[in-house]
Structure formats: structure tokens, C-alpha cells
């Protein structure tokens, strides 16, 4: 069996990362052969919740109010670190199972970038940076009403730190067209 590739969709929460990697498991057999296995940080985060409950939510991520004009900030704890650092090894033993891998994600900052490259080193590995209209994105959480108010916000700001060779905008796109336009993506970056 030869290596499977590794996808992230990288953005801030309500930027349409869950939507967009259902959309993709259902028309990634067209694309390429197998399935598309999903990872990320609901199912990570799901996971460390149902053993840790909220008592040590801090440890794992928060969002750190706005301070002197600067919008607030998003930031894992060492406990996400952690998870996260195991998410990204995770998904690395499957794409060398042979299983492409999906990776719902949200990258902070450059040494969270490098760590995932780390341990994707060796395999297809295509980063795509999603984003949104502000005014988009904050009427999107409110809709949703499952995400701290500011969280999208503040993790819009984090991640715009982390520069994307690719990015794809979906303030205005139909889930059909993100997925049109990662899989051109996904195609190209293949080919070299």
C-alpha cells in the first residue's frame, strides 16, 4: 500500500472547517482511491473533555481578552500543545498506513506550523488556510451558539499570524465551491 496524503484546513472556529471535510469524505473517492479518514480538534477536543470535564479547560486552550486596542488572542495551553502534538503524530501513522487524512485544524502560531511538519515529513502534506469576513464570521458563531462568544475572533487573529501558501475564502463560497477549489488545490500540489 503506498503512503496516503495529509489535508488541514486550517482557520478559526465557524469558518466552515466541519462542513468542509464532510463535504470532501463524500466526494474524495471520485478524487482519489480510499477514503478520507477526518482528525481534528472537535474530535480531539471532544476526547480530552469527556475525561477532564471543564476543570482544566485553561490547560487546554483560552481566549485572552483584547488589551490596549489589540484584538483578543486565542492560545492552547500545554495540554493542548500536547494533544495537538499527538494529533499531528496521529495523522501522520495513518497517511503511512496508506489512509489520506483530513485534518480539521487551527494553527496558532509558526512553531505549531513546524511541529506539524515534523511529523508529516516525508508524506504529501497541503495546508490550506481558510478565512472569512469578520463581520461574517462573528454572525456565523452567534448562529451556531455552541462557541464562546469572541472565540472566532480571537482565533482569526492567532491564525492570521501563520502565513498559507494556500488559502481558500468562504465568506461568500457554497460548501460545493470550497470543495471545487481544494480539490484544484489538492490536485496541484500533488502533481508538484
Given at each position: 500500500m503506498s503512503v496516503g496524503m495529509v489535508l488541514v484546513l486550517d482557520g478559526p472556529s465557524s469558518v466552515g472547517r466541519s462542513t468542509t471535510l464532510a463535504a470532501l469524505q463524500r466526494r474524495w473517492p471520485a478524487e482519489r482511491s480510499g477514503p478520507l479518514l477526518v482528525a481534528g480538534l472537535e474530535v480531539t477536543r471532544r476526547q480530552a473533555d469527556a475525561t477532564t470535564g471543564t476543570r482544566w479547560a485553561d490547560l487546554f486552550d483560552r481566549v485572552e481578552p483584547?488589551?490596549?486596542?489589540?484584538?483578543?488572542?486565542?492560545?492552547?495551553g500545554p495540554l493542548g500543545r500536547t494533544l495537538i502534538a499527538g494529533m499531528h503524530r496521529s495523522a501522520a501513522a495513518w497517511a503511512h498506513a496508506g489512509f489520506d487524512v483530513g485534518l480539521d485544524?487551527?494553527?496558532?502560531?509558526?512553531a505549531m506550523l513546524a511541529d506539524l511538519e515534523r511529523a508529516c515529513a516525508g508524506l504529501p502534506l497541503v495546508v490550506v488556510g481558510m478565512t472569512c469576513d469578520p463581520v461574517v464570521l462573528d454572525a456565523r458563531e452567534a448562529e451556531r451558539g455552541d462557541v464562546t462568544a469572541g472565540r472566532s475572533a480571537a482565533e482569526r487573529a492567532s491564525v492570521l499570524e501563520v502565513a498559507h501558501r494556500d488559502v481558500v475564502d468562504t465568506t461568500a463560497?457554497?460548501?460545493?465551491?470550497?470543495?471545487?477549489?481544494?480539490?484544484g488545490l489538492v490536485r496541484m500540489r500533488l502533481r508538484g
Open positions: 483584547s488589551v490596549a486596542g489589540r484584538p483578543p488572542r486565542f492560545r492552547y485544524h487551527c494553527l496558532v502560531d509558526r463560497a457554497t460548501t460545493d465551491e470550497v470543495v471545487d477549489e481544494l480539490l
